[in-house]
T-cell receptor, first 108, second 113 residues
């Protein structure tokens, strides 16, 4: 029931790109992405509601493949401010269940 | 500032004790969600209330209970506390009954000694 995220952690240099994947064993109706900076509360990034849909947030975008039950978060030209733990969440019978998170570290 | 208020911010107690965590949602939001965050466990969904009624339940222990009051604030009660209950407990709110954009409070850090 809990979506699986990969990788668990990634370290980048400023300006590099990263992809975070989220997959579910159950049918996906929507995928939610949040970012949590160290010592802070999670903050909403985006929701993807339709299969194949891509949405963007600054230089952060995401895709949702309903058939494959997967979503990917793309971070382009990463900035220091992108550091944090990224969580994907999937809706299941009105519950929003999150994966264990992917810790992203962006170094100068 | 998300507009969601959680109290207390920090709480230290002993095993076997009972505590109550409080959450005030954003003005106008009708849904309240409770999540538990332990090291390496991500955000574990506990329970959701919408306009005073329980809507969804996660893997919430029987020792834990929650309610949402007519003024829409919510309380999470944790009893017979164990060392493993030490965690950060987040409350989140949203306007809709189904999960949309959730606004998280800053959390209540519970330490059980």
């Amino acid at each position: 029931q809990q979506p699986v995220q990969s990788p668990q952690a990634v370290i980048l240099r400023e300006g590099e790109d990263a992809v975070i994947n989220c997959s579910s064993s159950k049918a996906l109706y929507s995928v939610h992405w949040y970012r949590q900076k160290h010592g802070e509360a999670p903050v909403f990034l985006m929701i993807l509601l339709k299969g194949g849909e891509q949405k963007g947030h600054d230089k952060i975008s995401a895709s949702f493949n309903e058939k494959k039950q997967q979503s990917s978060l793309y971070l382009t030209a990463s900035q220091l401010s992108y550091s944090g733990t990224y969580f994907c969440g999937t809706e299941y019978t009105e519950k929003l269940v999150f994966g264990k998170g992917t810790k992203l570290t962006v170094n100068p | 500032d998300s507009g969601v208020t959680q109290t207390p911010k920090h709480l230290i107690t002993a095993t076997g004790q009972r505590v109550t965590l409080r959450c005030s949602p954003r003005s106008g939001d009708l849904s309240v969600y409770w999540y538990q965050q332990s090291l390496d466990q991500g955000l574990q969904f506990l329970i959701q209330y919408y306009n005073g009624e329980e809507r969804a339940k996660g893997n919430i222990l029987e020792r834990f209970s929650a309610q949402q009051f007519p003024d829409l604030h919510s309380e999470l009660n944790l009893s017979s506390l164990e060392l493993g209950d030490s965690a950060l407990y987040f409350c989140a709110s949203s306007f809709r009954v189904t999960p949309g954009e959730l606004f998280f409070g800053e959390g209540s850090r519970l330490t059980v000694l």
